[in-house]
């Protein structure tokens, strides 16, 4: 089941942080780095943010968590975690899928790092198509992939 997520309730903040926590440091080690900004981020910044968040509930548990921002019907993709429990049963897609689905948007952006293959798979296989590759000052080579809608 997927829901719309409350970040500004402490205890939706805080089980949002443990997936980050959880999901990016599988991610840190994938890509082969020791500081990896998401990491950084604490439940406090997640409970700030203005960004819509949506997670997959399975027996109770959020399994995964998908963050977004919308602004002139450009539709962001902020972040999309599973907890390594979860890993390849599907639930990034749903959580994609719902997303995509869910909201009218000419364009949808996602950036990740350029070897993480298996988000960059996902993302193409919804359609995307990669735009863009640079290193930010951080050090980490990125990849953005665009998916185009014509409403």
């Known amino acids: 089941m ?39 981020r604490s439940a406090q910044d997640i409970k700030n943010s203005k960004s819509r968040f949506y997670g997959f509930i399975d027996n109770e548990c959020l399994a995964a968590t998908i963050e977004i921002a919308i602004e002139d019907r450009r539709l962001e993709i902020n972040s999309l975690t599973v ?16 997303i995509l689905d ?12 350029d070897v993480n293959e298996p ?20 050090g980490i080579k990125k990849v953005a992939l665009s998916l185009k809608n014509a409403l």
């Open 102 to 113: 869910k909201f009218e948007f000419i364009e949808a952006i996602v950036e990740t790092a």
């Open 83 to 98: 907890h390594p429990d979860y890993f390849r049963k599907g639930i990034a897609g749903k959580l994609l899928s719902y």
């Open 2 to 40: 997927i829901i719309k997520l409350d970040n500004l309730n402490e205890e939706v903040a805080d089980q949002i942080f443990t997936i980050f926590q959880r999901s990016y440091k599988v991610e840190a080690q994938l890509i082969g780095v020791t500081n990896f900004p998401p990491l950084s």
């Open 119 to 138: 988000a960059i798979n996902l993302y193409k296989k919804y359609g995307f198509v990669e735009f863009k590759r640079w290193i930010p000052s951080h």
